[in-house]
């Protein structure tokens, strides 16, 4: 369970309402679409009225993360941490980034921020410890995601999981697929790409891991039904969960701000 | 084709960035997420700097706006025109606004901001009259949406449409099962609804009516594939393209802004 402790004061939103949720959104846009549809989904909300409120800043010029990554830059932390104070100073009451990637800066951005940031990572860790009894790198663990999150594995270092030599052979025709599907799905090319992700998952499959965990986004934003695999993990379905949980529990601390005034 | 005309200067936007599209949400937010979804899937980007920049303003506490009409009341009218001048104020430089309904007061949002609408219900008579030669009042045409935009009719009365009597007969069922689906869709109850609206497009096909027009876009955020279907409209979709139109006018008419500065 996240400790949401860490609040300013839950009212002076926007428009003298509750303070909604950030979105830095743009990482990619495809992405930020499909976390906005998990919130709207997950939400238990019985009408429109009731859902979660949010912001959205989706400014994508944001420099590439794995290209700076590689280059040793941090170009896009700045550009991050740009956005997230203007959700701050926008009134929101804490900050989600559906972008795996970013979160290689998560501590930099924690510490630069007074509001509450939603650590995908660190959700999903302890989704998965809680569901599994055991901690993830425990666990025989394939993660899919961007070269730069393959390089700084946020989730699981591949080589510490004792899959074997085969493995370790197979893995860079399994990370350069990956790869492939992610620039097509940024580049909007989705017509294979649901099918180039199974054939990459059944690939992983056959070295039966416990978890394989799609540690990109915009696997996410192509991923379906796939979630509801048992061997699967979505974070971003996680990060969802997780800012419903935020708000509800924002609510019940203030019981006279349980619903927006306007 | 809609006209750009009325612009403000290009720059000076969030970040010292091109101005972005704003986007009122909440109205509803899975319709919200369907509309980005769609903006992110046709910008034909080549990677993620190429999307369409934008602020998606979701305080979804706007009253029901189907209540209101029914009860003579403009507090919706109020609360979307807060939220436009919230988005004008943050820098944005066009509006759109993902609910079919709200554009029953498009004349008072229009004309109280200083910005361009990009107005769903005209960008789509204008899509419908280029593609079949004709305009909407001369085809025979069946708009499913929300109690209020039957009552108050967006693109077309369905009594003009010469169905005969038996349709009438058959209009308040089909109605009253397109006010379910959407009230499904808006809490989330999602197990069956796309079956349902499948079933309501059958009966309103056994009318042969040239066009069905999804004129809720709680229906657009269920509809999948339909849209590519000859005879389905879903506005949603051609809001989608016309901003991402805006976006490139805009680029176009300011070259040296065509790429986000930050």
Redesign the interface.
Known sequence: MIDFSRRNSPSSG??G?RK?LGVV??????A???F??L????????????????????????S?RSQAISNGSDAPLL?IL??AH?LEK?GCGAIAIPCNTAHLWVSEIKQALSVELINMVEITRQAISASRGREIHNLRSIALGTSASMQHPLYVRPSENGFGKDFIQNLKQIQSDTVKIIDDV???N?NDSQTNLMRVIRSARSFDPDLIILSCSELSAISGDLGDDNDIIDPIHFLASACIEWWMAEGRSSPNLM????
């Open positions: 926007p428009l309402q909604p959104g743009g990482m990619g846009s495809l930020t679409a499909k906005l549809e919130l709207a989904r997950n939400s238990r909300a019985k009408r429109d009225q009731d859902h979660v409120p949010f912001i959205a800043l989706s400014l994508p010029s944001i590439d550009q740009e956005r203007w926008a940024k580049s909007g989705l619903t927006n005034r306007s």
